[in-house]
């Protein structure tokens, strides 16, 4: 008798050891299968719980006014040119047919020649309007800029030649002037092309560059930028309030097995917008810890346990994230879906009253006392829930994986309540690492090192200057010119150039085609 207890009981621990693998492989293929064929988007339906001023680059007409002249000679036409400059104007959603206020007008005229500006009455013909048509235009040139300085000697002397100052090059003795360098970047880093294709796409315009010049001049260029990144970092560090996370990238390394291993990329943003990019090699604590030693103040992350140091007595504060946890509940809806239904539609009530302070326009005080008042007592509820499902689910299968997380991280879950200025959840970073996500698929791997540290400083920059509205090929060909005179770096960072230097820049382009088009 004794005996058969033993067997019955080893049985039952076998099948409950048998459930809990095939509950874990189910769930397994369930994530494999979103990945692959699952929706994007995290907007869910409710099932019943109540709630930059971007701007044209150099105008060349070159192709514009050749047209015209075609077009004059075609049909005897005699052909005007007038040009309105561009003014900073926020951008408005509209049809697509909408033509952007914040884009620079050229206008070509066609009158009738003067000898066919007669009635067929013999009466003469008076112009009563235009007919109109618009359509826009993109015009890319590469030019060769030859720079000519003065040289001048003395016949009565022998003292040596003296030449006329000029302009300083970026790069050294380099090939490419700092429009196209401005251009290069733009392309690999907000475009995303690799450097094989930005050499094809050159070699199509008759010109000879290799992708070892492309990818040379632009690691030249992060190196004169290398101060600014130094400087975002300081500002990023600087705030008490912050956003991190990370993502792969492929690096070619040789002694690998396979000749390749897998670095990172860490995001470090605040709140208004500065985003600093770290390189490191590997996932390992290190690279973390070297950038918020020092820092004090809030930090949003996704438990990643390298930050484990930094969060204890005396350290940073975690607020963790909601999004972050609604999807481990997401993933257990095929095997538990009426749990997670319900785990959905509480996490649901949360994020209603977000969109409640947002709606409203809240400052962080009263963003602060509607948490107090709604999402306090929403989250004790679901603290008993939680206690609640842990006694009916498996701890190892998905629904049991999603209870032991929040209530894990339950403390750091309940941060974002006590302060106004803090989010519910941490999309900003997530949002910041989808460049580096895109980009990846385009350009597949670094080939060095110093490749990722490139990317990284250029990257921040360009982020930055995403966030804080401004023309990034234009900041970039700007900054390029001052980075070697300019003895304040912290007033070349985006939202301080935006307002140091962005009106004397507009003002002295527009000035250009204003003149141009007076001609």
């Known amino acids: 008798m004794l005996e058969n207890e033993r067997l019955l009981k080893r049985l039952a621990e076998q099948e409950r050891s048998s459930s809990e693998r095939i509950a874990e492989l189910e769930h397994q293929v369930d994530v494999l299968a979103r990945i692959a064929f699952g929706r994007s988007s995290e907007k869910r339906k409710s099932t019943g719980v109540p709630p930059g001023n971007p701007n044209q680059q150099h105008l060349f007409l070159t192709d514009i006014l050749a047209d015209a002249e075609r077009v004059a000679e075609e049909t005897g036409a005699v052909g005007h040119l007038n040009v309105t400059p561009s003014r900073p104007r926020k951008i408005k959603k509209g049809r697509r047919s909408t033509f952007p206020a914040h884009l620079p007008v050229v206008e070509v005229e066609f009158e009738l020649p003067e000898d066919q500006q007669r009635c067929s009455c013999g009466g003469k013909l008076h112009r009563i309007g235009f007919e109109e048509s618009k359509e826009l235009e993109r015009i890319e040139v590469t030019i060769v800029l030859k720079k000519k300085r003065a040289k001048y000697a003395c016949r009565s002397c022998s003292d040596g030649v003296t030449a006329a100052a000029g302009p300083a090059r970026v790069i050294d003795k380099g090939l490419l002037g700092v429009g196209f360098l401005a251009n290069i970047i733009t392309e690999r880093f907000v475009s995303h092309m690799p450097y094989y294709r930005l050499e094809k796409k050159y070699q199509s315009e008759g010109l000879n560059l290799s992708r070892s010049v492309l990818e040379r001049s632009v690691a030249r260029c992060a190196e004169l930028l290398e101060p600014l990144h130094t400087a975002l970092q300081e500002e990023v560090l600087s705030k008490d309030i912050l956003f991190t996370d990370d993502t792969t990238v492929t690096l070619v390394n040789p002694r690998a097995q396979g000749g390749s291993s897998t670095g990172r990329i860490w995001i470090y943003l605040d709140k208004q917008g500065n985003h600093f990019y770290d390189f490191t090699e590997t996932r390992a604590a290190t690279g973390p810890a070297l950038i918020l030693k020092d820092f004090l103040g809030y930090v949003h992350a ?65 963003v602060a006392a509607l948490r107090q008042e709604y999402a306090a007592p929403l989250l004790k509820n679901i603290w008993a829930w939680l206690a609640e499902v842990e006694a009916q689910v498996l701890p190892k299968s998905p629904m049991g994986k999603a209870v032991h997380y929040a209530q894990a991280q339950w403390n750091a879950l309940n941060v974002y309540v006590t302060d106004g200025r803090l989010e519910i959840d941490n999309n900003a970073a997530e949002r910041a690492m989808r460049p580096i996500a895109v980009g990846r698929k385009n350009w597949l791997f670094f080939q060095t090192v110093g490749g990722g540290r490139t990317a990284a400083t250029l990257v921040s920059l360009i982020q930055t200057a995403k966030a804080a509205g401004v023309n990034v090929q234009l900041y970039l060909r700007d900054v390029l010119q001052r980075i070697a005179t300019e003895s304040d770096v912290k007033k070349l960072l985006p939202y301080a150039w935006k307002e140091h230097f962005e009106p004397e820049v507009m003002k002295r382009r527009n000035e250009i085609v204003e003149l141009f088009g007076s001609k």
């Open 302 to 366: 996704d438990a990643y346990s390298g930050y484990d140091w930094l969060f204890q007595p005396g350290g940073a504060t975690e607020v963790a994230c909601w999004a972050h946890l609604r999807r481990y509940f997401e993933r257990a809806e095929k095997s538990d879906p009426q749990l997670s239904a319900k785990a959905l539609d509480l996490i649901r009530g949360l994020y209603h009253i977000e969109k409640k302070a947002k709606e409203d326009k809240r400052e962080p005080e009263g």
